[in-house]
């Protein structure tokens, strides 16, 4: 008797213990939750991580606290999502840089494989676009004009080794020429790349198609192509490269993971929250306003995403000699 009364005891004591997990389980979030940015307070970035914030916490009802890491080129804010606890209490916003910086510096070491992936939400892609006091008006044209006087047409979008510049890149390469065809001259972005194209110091940008909206209106830009998979609905005259026989799809974009380790079932709480949030109309209209494009990818097929982004992406900056050592 006293044998069964000690099965009967455990037996009870493992019921209550997997009541208690499945409780706390249905209880998730009981409490607030950070969200890790890597680019500072008000830039792109960190104005989708805020929004996609506001509108998941109404779901989960919990509040989500953003908080901005800023430094390393987005490693600093990378290396602190990979060492938190994997509970579901640290939820991080994840960029290109990703698959970018480990390329570049020996000393990082963080890539995509070092998370449990949630959600792509945005991707931005790069445009070739051309200055309208250039002997060139068409992507044909300037394409002929690329080859014909390799080293003479000045770009920029970035630094030397930012996103835009490896779009140059891979889109030289596909072309067959070499990636010095093109003279790159460093800015600090969309807003000093215009600034220098309309005082002729620049022949073309390679930045995401809408930061050109104003040099197209003024007539001063013209794009010619998208290195995206489909036309831009607020471009629809703007061609892909694919279109042109150019297999190029490349650009920024945002998603958001996890910690390695985190629980499925609140992989899948957060997933439900971010997917709502991204259908939101109040969301849909800011990433309009802000000429953001919208595209979603869940769990695996994001991570499918980062992992082929971060081979494409390593391919064109061992093209650019920009690889580490």
């Given amino acids: 008797?006293?044998?069964?009364?000690?099965?009967?005891?455990?037996?009870l004591?493992?019921?209550?213990?997997?009541?208690?997990?499945?409780?706390?389980?249905?209880?998730?979030?009981?409490?607030?939750?950070?969200?890790?940015?890597?680019?500072?307070?008000?830039?792109?970035?960190?104005?989708?991580?805020?929004?996609?914030?506001?509108?998941?916490?109404?779901?989960?009802g919990q509040p989500i606290k953003v908080v901005n890491q800023t430094g390393g080129g987005g490693t600093i804010a990378f290396s602190s999502l990979s060492r938190a606890k994997p509970d579901g209490y640290t939820i991080g916003q994840v960029t290109a840089e990703l698959a970018m910086n480990h390329w570049q510096n020996p000393a990082v070491q963080i890539t995509y494989k070092d998370f449990e992936p949630l959600a792509l939400v945005n991707v931005?892609?790069?445009?070739?676009?051309?200055?309208?006091?250039?002997?060139?008006?068409?992507?044909?044209?300037?394409?002929?004009?690329?080859?014909?006087?390799?080293?003479?047409?000045?770009?920029?979008a970035t630094a030397v080794g930012g996103i835009w510049h490896i779009a140059m890149g891979q889109w030289l390469t596909a072309l067959g020429l070499p990636v010095n065809a093109i003279k790159w001259i460093p800015t600090s972005?969309?807003?000093?790349?215009?600034k220098e194209m309309a005082a002729g110091g620049i022949d073309a940008g390679f930045n995401q198609l809408s930061e050109g909206s104003t040099m197209y209106q003024a007539g001063k830009a013209i794009p010619v192509a998208v290195m995206a998979d489909e036309r831009d609905p607020k471009y629809p005259d703007v061609p892909t490269l694919k279109e042109k026989g150019i297999d190029v799809s490349i650009g920024?974009?945002?998603?958001?993971?996890?910690p390695k380790g985190t629980p499925q079932d609140i992989k899948d709480r957060l997933?439900?929250?971010?997917?709502?949030?991204?259908?939101?109309?109040?969301?849909?209209?800011?990433?309009?306003?802000?000429?953001?494009?919208?595209?979603?990818l869940e769990g695996e097929d994001f991570y499918k995403f980062m992992e082929k982004s971060d081979a494409d992406l390593g391919a064109s900056i061992e093209a650019l000699g920009l690889a580490r050592k």
């Fill in 1 to 11: 008797m006293k044998i069964k009364g000690l099965i009967a005891g455990l037996a």
């Fill in 271 to 296: 997933n439900a929250a971010i997917k709502k949030a991204v259908n939101d109309p109040q969301f849909v209209q800011f990433m309009n306003d802000r000429g953001f494009g919208i595209q979603y």
């Fill in 252 to 258: 920024t974009w945002r998603g958001f993971c996890v």
């Fill in 124 to 156: 931005d892609p790069a445009s070739v676009t051309l200055s309208a006091t250039a002997p060139y008006k068409t992507y044909d044209e300037f394409v002929e004009y690329v080859k014909a006087n390799p080293g003479k047409v000045r770009a920029s």
């Fill in 189 to 194: 972005g969309a807003g000093e790349t215009y």
């Fill in 13 to 60: 004591a493992t019921m209550s213990v997997m009541s208690v997990g499945a409780a706390q389980a249905d209880e998730y979030p009981s409490r607030s939750i950070t969200m890790i940015c890597a680019w500072g307070a008000g830039g792109g970035s960190d104005a989708v991580a805020r929004m996609i914030a506001g509108i998941m916490e109404k779901d989960l």
